[in-house]
């Protein structure tokens, strides 16, 4: 079974910007969550999405949004990019119930200058 | 507030030895803990999950308890290798009616030494 794929695996973008990142889970998984990683404050959760609908969202500004499709791909968007916003985005699929793992892409190393 | 702690100083030790990383929470009632490995430039991988009425979880030379008494995770690796050496992350999940939402520790650097 194919991993978690996710595209771009690199991106520099100027303040101001906007970019869109995506995600293409496990065949049968339709969860997808989004986290943010960086040094100082690990793993932050974006929000989960579970059959197109949002189901789940962490404490980040509307600036962040996503969505998911009727295959379970999913996409990233972030607005008006800021210097803080530079961070490893990771993808994360999973069969949607409590007790099942997530299983993470290798993320989108976007760097904001 | 609610925290998850773990160990943010850099665990050493020899091969062979066995290792233990910590996970403590506060303010939460997780149903369930997972723990993940990251290696640099790479995705957390899954290891185990325990549930909340589990008191230990093995598999291989990973073993894993969960005291909700004392809000704490242990995640022990026997025999230990050099390829041990990753950043381990503990997560705890809160079923809050619908959805999955993990959240997750800062991670312990692990160090095997030959």
């Known amino acids: 079974k194919a991993g978690v794929t996710q595209t771009p695996r690199y991106l520099i973008k100027t303040r101001g910007q906007q970019v869109t990142l995506s995600c293409s889970p496990i065949s049968g998984h339709r969860s997808v969550s989004w986290y943010q990683q960086t040094p100082g404050q690990g793993l932050q959760f974006l929000f989960e999405y579970f059959s197109e609908t949002q189901r789940n969202k962490g404490n980040f500004p509307g600036r962040f949004s996503g969505r998911q499709f009727s295959n379970s791909r999913s996409e990233m968007n972030v607005s008006t990019l800021e210097l803080g916003d530079s961070a490893l985005y990771l993808c994360?699929?999973?069969?949607?119930?409590?007790?099942?793992?997530?299983?993470f892409g290798n993320g989108t190393r976007l760097t904001v200058t | 507030s609610q925290k998850i702690e773990q160990n943010s100083e850099a665990l050493n030790i020899q091969e062979g030895k066995t290792a233990t990383l910590t996970c403590n929470y506060t303010?939460?009632?997780?149903?369930?803990l997972q723990w993940y490995r990251q290696d640099p430039g790479r995705g957390p991988v899954f290891l185990l999950l325990i549930r909340e009425n589990e008191k230990e979880k093995r598999k291989e030379r990973l073993k894993v308890t969960f005291d909700t008494t004392l809000k704490q995770s242990l995640f022990h690796i026997t025999a230990s290798q050099p390829a041990d050496s990753a950043t381990y992350l503990c997560a705890l999940l809160i079923l809050t009616g619908g959805g999955n939402k993990l959240t997750f520790g800062t991670g312990t650097q692990l160090k095997v030494e030959l």
């Open positions: 994360a699929s999973s069969l949607g119930t409590g007790d099942s793992p997530l299983h």
């Open positions: 303010n939460y009632s997780p149903a369930y």
